[in-house]
């Protein structure tokens, strides 16, 4: 049976260069959402900001990578999730693994003579991955709250801030979401149940987007038929932002990753932050040479399983 085709016309062709372009320009970001990509478009004007163009968008995407018009790899799925196996063929391969990784990994905490304990909290996952990489080398964390938070996760937050307050140090939070009624109300309600219902004060939140300057400076694509006037959140939302809603996702992941940026470094004392960075880098040195001796004993010691070229005709 032949494989299906998708007839390309002339308006489609054209939409698969748009789209292209837009997949080309972030392919430092790669892989991308399905919705990171559509509010680029519509940035651009390429689109209009409705369903209708997000479902077409959703539609051409897969004939592109079936077609082999952008690599599958652009883009992922990360509402699904694939389990590792287990296994090695030998106890051989096994060692060798593992000495390949020996005292790999070691990395100073380079924020622990910091007076703040910060943490980064995102609204959603789709865009976890920016997240943890940007603030990865600030030894900070960063955690998809995932809209509305559990329980469990505040409880979780409130042992880490109260484990931080008594070290003498004070939390502080820095929050991404929405700008509609529910990215709003979301950290309300976070700061309410940790206050109100787990005791937990002390802790800082601070809104660092979207916010409605973010609109015109980075010239967001507004729905504000996105807000109903039946959600019980309505008046006090526009009485505060107005009538806009603009999705996290709308930001250009460059301009969102100096967000994040410019948001840490103006909380931390940098001058500390560099001075363990130093350390850090004298520390890992140290390690490789305890790593080297490490290895040169083994593979004397243990040549059948550590030595790759064990067994090999010395003539050859």
């Given at each position: 049976m032949a494989r299906q085709k998708w007839a390309w016309t002339d308006l489609q062709e054209t939409r698969a260069s748009q789209v292209k372009e837009v997949v080309d320009g972030m392919k430092v970001y790669w892989p991308l959402t399905l919705r990171q990509i559509y509010y680029q478009l519509v940035v651009k004007g390429y689109?209009?900001?409705?369903?209708?163009?997000?479902?077409?968008?959703?539609?051409?995407?897969?004939?592109?990578?079936?077609?082999?018009?952008?690599?599958?790899?652009?883009?992922?799925?990360?509402?699904?999730?694939?389990?590792?196996?287990?296994?090695?063929?030998?106890?051989?391969?096994?060692?060798?693994?593992?000495?390949?990784?020996?005292?790999?990994?070691?990395?100073?905490?380079?924020?622990?003579?910091?007076?703040?304990?910060?943490?980064?909290?995102?609204?959603?996952?789709?865009?976890?991955?920016?997240?943890?990489?940007?603030?990865?080398?600030?030894?900070?964390?960063?955690?998809?709250?995932?809209?509305?938070?559990?329980?469990?996760?505040?409880?979780?937050?409130?042992?880490?801030?109260?484990?931080?307050?008594?070290?003498?140090?004070?939390?502080?939070?820095?929050?991404?979401?929405?700008?509609?009624?529910?990215?709003?109300?979301?950290?309300?309600?976070?700061?309410?149940?940790?206050?109100?219902?787990?005791?937990?004060?002390?802790?800082?939140?601070?809104?660092?987007?979207?916010?409605?300057?973010?609109?015109?400076?980075?010239?967001?694509?507004s729905d504000p038929h996105a807000i109903k006037m039946s959600d019980s959140r309505y008046a006090k939302y526009v009485k505060k932002y107005g009538p806009v809603a603009v999705e996290l996702d709308a930001l250009h992941p460059e301009d969102l990753q100096k967000m994040i940026h410019r948001a840490i470094r103006a909380e931390l004392d940098m001058s500390k932050y560099d001075d363990e960075k130093e350390t850090g880098e004298i520390e890992e040195m140290e390690i490789e040479d305890i790593r080297t001796a490490v290895i040169e004993f083994l593979e004397i010691k243990f040549p059948r399983y550590f030595d790759p070229y064990y067994g090999e005709d010395e003539d050859d």
């Amino acid at each position: 049976m032949a494989r299906q085709k998708w007839a390309w016309t002339d308006l489609q062709e054209t939409r698969a260069s748009q789209v292209k372009e837009v997949v080309d320009g972030m392919k430092v970001y790669w892989p991308l959402t399905l919705r990171q990509i559509y509010y680029q478009l519509v940035v651009k004007g390429y689109i209009e900001n409705n369903k209708s163009s997000y479902n077409g968008l959703s539609k051409l995407l897969k004939w592109m990578r079936i077609d082999d018009r952008i690599p599958w790899r652009a883009l992922e799925d990360r509402s699904r999730r694939l389990g590792d196996k287990k296994g090695f063929h030998s106890m051989a391969e096994f060692c060798r693994r593992e000495l390949n990784w020996l005292f790999e990994g070691y990395e100073r905490c380079l924020i622990q003579s910091q007076l703040k304990y910060l943490e980064v909290w995102v609204e959603k996952d789709a865009l976890s991955r920016i997240f943890d990489k940007t603030v990865y080398p600030y030894c900070i964390r960063s955690s998809a709250v995932r809209g509305y938070s559990s329980v469990t996760f505040l409880a979780d937050y409130y042992g880490r801030a109260s484990k931080a307050i008594m070290q003498g140090k004070r939390p502080i939070v820095l929050y991404f979401g929405d700008l509609d009624p529910s990215g709003v109300q979301m950290l309300d309600a976070s700061i309410e149940t940790l206050e109100e219902e787990l005791d937990l004060y002390g802790v800082e939140f601070k809104r660092i987007g979207l916010n409605p300057e973010h609109i015109e400076k980075y010239n967001l694509p507004s729905d504000p038929h996105a807000i109903k006037m039946s959600d019980s959140r309505y008046a006090k939302y526009v009485k505060k932002y107005g009538p806009v809603a603009v999705e996290l996702d709308a930001l250009h992941p460059e301009d969102l990753q100096k967000m994040i940026h410019r948001a840490i470094r103006a909380e931390l004392d940098m001058s500390k932050y560099d001075d363990e960075k130093e350390t850090g880098e004298i520390e890992e040195m140290e390690i490789e040479d305890i790593r080297t001796a490490v290895i040169e004993f083994l593979e004397i010691k243990f040549p059948r399983y550590f030595d790759p070229y064990y067994g090999e005709d010395e003539d050859d």
